[in-house]
T-cell receptor
Framework: DGGITQSPKYLFRKEGQNVTLSCEQN?????MYWYRQDPGQGLRLIYY???????QKGDIAEGYSVSREKKESFPLTVTSAQKNPTAFYLC?????????????FGPGTRLTVL | DAKTTQPPSMDCAEGRAANLPCNHS???????VYWYRQIHSQGPQYIIH???NNETNEMASLIITEDRKSSTLILPHATLRDTAVYYC????????????????FGQGTILTVHP
C-alpha cells in the first residue's frame, strides 16, 4: 500500500534532549512538509522541501531542523532550543506533478516533553 | 492566501445531509477552495476542491456561490465516522511562488454526527 508513515506514534523526551521524528513516503512525491498542531488549534508549517537536498523554513522553524537526503524521507529533529515542543507533529507529501494542492498526511507523532 | 470563516461546531443526525458553510469574502480570482477533515488524533484527509464550478466526488459535494465569496461542503448521508474537524482552506492551486504549497489551517468546524 502506498502512503506516509511516521514513527513513533508517541514519544516522550526529557527537557534538554534532542529528538528526531521519522517520516517516510512511498508515493514518489517530490514535496514534503512538517506541520505542528497544538490542542484545539489548526496546523502550522515548520519546514518544507520541494526536492531532494533542498528545504525551506516555514512559519515556525525556530528550534527545529530537517534533512532531505532521500526523496522518500524527511526527518524532523526537535532540538533543545525549541521552547515548547510538546505537540502533535504531522508530516505530509504532495506530488510535484499535481496541478492542484492535495496533500497526503501521515498518522502523526505525539511528542511530550517531561 | 485568503482568510476563511467557519462556524466552530455543528451537529447532524446520522443518515441526513451535513452542510458545512465557509465564508471567504477576500478570495482572489486564482484561488481555489479546498476542504480537508481531521478525525481525532489522526492526520488530515483531503476531501475535495474547486475553483468556481460545483464539484462532486465519492466523499462529498462542493457548492461555490457565483461571486465565490462563500461555499458549502455537503456530506449527503452523514455517518458516525464522519465526526471530525472540517477545514476550509483557500489558496492558489499550484505549488509555485513563495508559499510552496503551504496549507494554512484555521480552527475549522467540529462536526458531530449523532445516532
Amino acid at each position: 500500500d502506498g502512503g506516509i508513515t511516521q514513527s513513533p506514534k508517541y514519544l516522550f523526551r526529557k527537557e534538554g534532549q534532542n529528538v528526531t521524528l521519522s517520516c517516510e513516503q512511498n508515493l514518489n512525491h517530490d514535496a514534503m512538509y512538517w506541520y505542528r498542531q497544538d490542542p484545539g488549534q489548526g496546523l502550522r508549517l515548520i519546514y518544507y522541501s520541494q526536492i531532494v537536498n533542498d528545504f525551506q523554513k516555514g512559519d515556525i522553524a525556530e528550534g527545529y531542523s530537517v534533512s532531505r537526503e532521500k526523496k522518500e524521507s524527511f526527518p524532523l529533529t526537535v532540538t533543545s532550543a525549541q521552547k515548547n515542543p510538546t505537540a502533535f507533529y504531522l508530516c505530509a507529501s504532495r506530488s510535484g506533478l499535481a496541478n492542484y494542492n492535495e496533500q497526503f498526511f501521515g498518522p502523526g507523532t505525539r511528542l511530550t516533553v517531561l | 492566501d485568503a482568510k476563511t470563516t467557519q462556524p466552530p461546531s455543528m451537529d447532524c443526525a446520522e443518515g441526513r445531509a451535513a452542510n458545512l458553510p465557509c465564508n471567504h469574502s477576500t478570495i482572489s480570482g486564482n484561488e481555489y477552495v479546498y476542504w480537508y477533515r481531521q478525525i481525532h488524533s489522526q492526520g488530515p484527509q483531503y476531501i475535495i476542491h474547486g475553483l468556481k464550478n460545483n464539484e462532486t466526488n465519492e466523499m462529498a459535494s462542493l457548492i461555490i456561490t457565483e461571486d465565490r465569496k462563500s461555499s458549502t461542503l455537503i456530506l449527503p448521508h452523514a455517518t458516525l465516522r464522519d465526526t471530525a474537524v472540517y477545514y476550509c482552506i483557500v489558496r492558489v492551486s499550484n505549488a509555485g511562488g513563495t508559499s510552496y504549497g503551504k496549507l494554512t489551517f484555521g480552527q475549522g468546524t467540529i462536526l458531530t454526527v449523532h445516532p
